[in-house]
């Protein structure tokens, strides 16, 4: 089956920078579309940003400007790039994937398989 491996959170301070990475292996299946989603402590999951198997992007108002999502298709992983941090950008981030069949990509119920998660944590 799919596995998803998050790597890249840590702390920064607000204004600051990180690049976050989803490794996958174990598809049967094309194409699909990858996305992060992200979950606050007493927080609902929300979603951040998504790019399909042709490569179109979707972003969340919330990160528009701030957040570039993109593929390395030399090594299966899909990057999270995340500049100019806000404090409410602390969140769990997930890594998520789906076969690319026309469902809501923004909605979270519609991903078959998730990866653990990476803490991101930005101070002001």
């Known amino acids: 089956q799919v596995q998803l491996v998050e790597s890249g959170g840590g702390l920064q301070q607000a204004g600051g920078s990180l690049r976050l990475s989803c490794a996958a292996s174990?598809?049967?299946?094309?194409?699909?579309?990858m996305a992060w989603f992200r979950q606050a402590p007493g927080k609902e999951r929300e979603f951040v940003v998504a790019i399909t198997w042709p490569g179109i992007t979707y972003y969340a108002d919330s990160v528009k400007g701030r957040f570039t999502i993109s593929r390395d298709n030399a090594k299966n992983t899909m990057l999270l790039q995340m500049n100019s941090l806000k404090p409410e950008d602390t969140a769990v981030y997930y890594c998520a994937t789906k076969k690319s069949d026309g469902t809501q990509v923004t909605v979270g119920s519609n991903y078959n398989y998730w990866g653990q998660g990476t803490q991101v944590t930005v101070s002001s």
């Open positions: 174990g598809y049967t299946f094309s194409p699909y579309t």
